[in-house]
């Protein structure tokens, strides 16, 4: 158990849809990211929020958002939900802003499945 | 987009030998770290190495850096079955985040 619990393990869903996936990092980190990996694209980095703001953006779809909570957890909102939205959902917490010596600590994914 | 590429795509080897892993990027870097990812599962953090350091072991692992190539190398000892996942390099660049390479899918056969 890394410390960082990702909930649901598994979503399938239809095309059009909405999910919520979530995310609670490891105690004491503030930092969290969202990654989404497929086999095509690898792992593409999306968002990142610290200690509640959006810190850092990258190739994250407008049909896609996400939040960090006062108690820092953190929900990505995939919605209008493709085909090709399919993919591995990780996110990934930090101690602080920027990537320290210790990395990142990684959620078990969630796998989502889009039909 | 991806800042790191790995060398070789998959790598098969019988327990016991070395496993050697190259990773090449594109931009100046403050740091770059090896991962490891089991099907399916998360990512571990394996090892860091800062970008004025040229080589760091740990247990059986060794990374070496050579920033004027924009290269690393991972080498793993002695590989044991378990050693068998997909290992990434990641870097952080002139980005917030670190940003992964496309990984290298080593099988180790008993």
């Known amino acids: 158990d890394s410390g960082v619990t990702q909930t649901p393990k598994h979503l399938i869903t239809a095309t059009g849809q909405r999910v919520t996936l979530r995310c609670s990092p490891r105690s004491g980190d503030l930092s969290v990211y969202w990654y989404q990996q497929s086999l095509d694209q690898g792992l593409q980095f999306l968002i990142q929020y610290y200690n509640g703001e959006e810190r850092a953006k990258g190739n994250i779809l407008e049909r896609f958002s996400a939040q960090q909570f006062p108690d820092l957890h953190s929900e990505l909102n995939l919605s209008s939900l493709e085909l090709g939205d399919s993919a591995l959902y990780f996110c990934?917490?930090?101690?602080?802003?920027?990537?320290?010596?210790?990395?990142?600590?990684f959620g078990s994914g969630t796998r989502l499945t889009v039909v | 987009s991806q800042q790191g590429e790995e060398d070789p795509q998959a790598l098969s080897i019988q327990e016991g030998e070395n496993a050697t892993m190259n990773c090449s990027y594109k931009?100046?870097?403050?740091?770059l770290q090896w991962y490891r990812q089991n099907s399916g599962r998360g990512l571990v953090h394996l090892i860091l190495i800062r970008s004025n350091e040229r080589e760091k072991h740990s247990g059986r692992l060794r990374v070496t850096l050579d920033t004027s190539k924009k290269s690393s190398s991972l080498l793993i000892t002695a590989s044991r079955a378990a050693d068998t996942a997909s290992y990434f390099c990641?870097?952080?660049?002139?980005?917030?985040?670190?940003?992964f390479g496309s990984g290298t899918q080593l099988t180790v056969l008993p």
């Open positions: 990641a870097t952080d660049g002139s980005a917030r985040q670190l940003t």
């Open positions: 990934a917490s930090s101690p602080r802003d920027l990537p320290g010596p210790g990395g990142y600590t």
């Open positions: 931009t100046s870097i403050n740091n």
